[in-house]
């Protein structure tokens, strides 16, 4: 089914790529990625962004939401706290979305947790956090979302707002390409990377006639602003990638196909294309923003 952005009957996949009425949800917004994603389905036109964040009060993210209501002014971005691991908080969200909107178009994953660099250095709890935070929050999404995702609905009197007179979604697992690749940082981050991987290849047979389609985004390295002068092994754990500064200029010139780290909007604009009906006919797939890297050779990140 086509249409024009002129049409008076909506569909998602519109010629010019834009998500008016998407009701979307973007995990670890309050992150450099998250955030990058957020602002880019803004840019896209969604009627509104869940920004979740696992904290109920965030700087960032108030100051990225004050931002884009001046630039994106009919989007609008609502600050959520969101427990990403938990079963309960997920029904809880989807409730509160439908309630309000009565409808659920996008939902972006985009958690992570690099755990210990060494396999010595990790114990068992380790690993366990390194699923339920890399892999689990993919799993909700694929179990609960399609069903709030084929709900239609008639246009509503917000800004940007657009009927759902079909059945579609789009899930989005923003993950690293330590799920194709070991090597990448330590064991852990590479086994749950690798789960997040098997929940989108298990998806495309799961939402057979939904209309739903999931895919993921495995980033390379990505500059996302951490300093090693000022962070040690234990705060760099808690990041969702490495940071990119492990390797110097003169590896990642060597390394990578572009010669650099990527950015984080970098990433954001992959989101916003899965998001769109640019990406109609793409489900079940993984899309490396790594510049070439892996392709280059295997990823490997000195620690």
């Not at 990058?36 to 803004?42: G, N």
Request: net charge negative; aromatic share 8%.
């Amino acid at each position: 089914m086509a249409s024009t952005a002129g049409s008076s009957s909506f569909s998602p996949y519109r010629v010019d790529g834009k998500l008016y009425g998407f009701v979307c949800v973007v995990t670890g917004a309050s992150q450099p990625v998250g955030k990058a994603v957020v602002s880019e389905l803004a840019a896209h036109g969604a009627a509104c962004i869940y920004a979740c964040t696992s904290s109920p009060t965030d700087e960032p993210i108030d100051d990225l939401t004050e931002s884009l209501k001046t630039e994106h002014p009919n989007t609008k971005v609502i600050p959520y706290p969101y427990n990403t691991t938990s079963e309960e908080a997920t029904l809880v969200l989807i409730d509160d979305i439908l309630n309000q909107w009565g409808r659920l178009d996008i939902w972006v994953s985009s958690t992570g947790l690099l755990g210990p660099p060494s396999i010595t250095s990790t114990s068992p709890k380790d690993l366990y956090a390194a699923f339920e935070t890399n892999a689990m929050p993919a799993f909700f999404a694929l179990k609960y979302a399609p069903a709030a995702m084929q709900k239609t609905t008639p246009k509503g009197n917000y800004a940007n707002a657009a009927p759902k007179d079909m059945s579609y979604g789009s899930i989005i697992i923003v993950s690293s390409v330590a799920g194709t690749y070991g090597g990448c940082w330590g064991p852990a981050f590479t086994m749950s990377s690798h789960a997040a991987l098997g929940v989108v290849r298990s998806g495309v047979a799961v939402l057979k006639g939904t209309g739903v389609r999931i895919n993921a985004i495995t980033a390379g390295q990505i500059d996302v602003g951490v300093d090693l002068k000022g962070a040690g092994i234990k705060e760099m754990e808690q990041g969702q990638f490495p940071p990119s500064s492990l390797q110097s200029e003169e590896v990642q010139k060597r390394a990578i196909g572009l010669e650099r780290a990527g950015r984080p909007g970098e990433v954001g604009k992959v989101a916003g294309f899965l998001a769109s009906g640019f990406s109609s006919y793409i489900t079940g797939a993984e899309i490396r923003v790594d510049g070439g890297a892996s392709v280059m050779n295997p990823l490997t990140v000195p620690v």
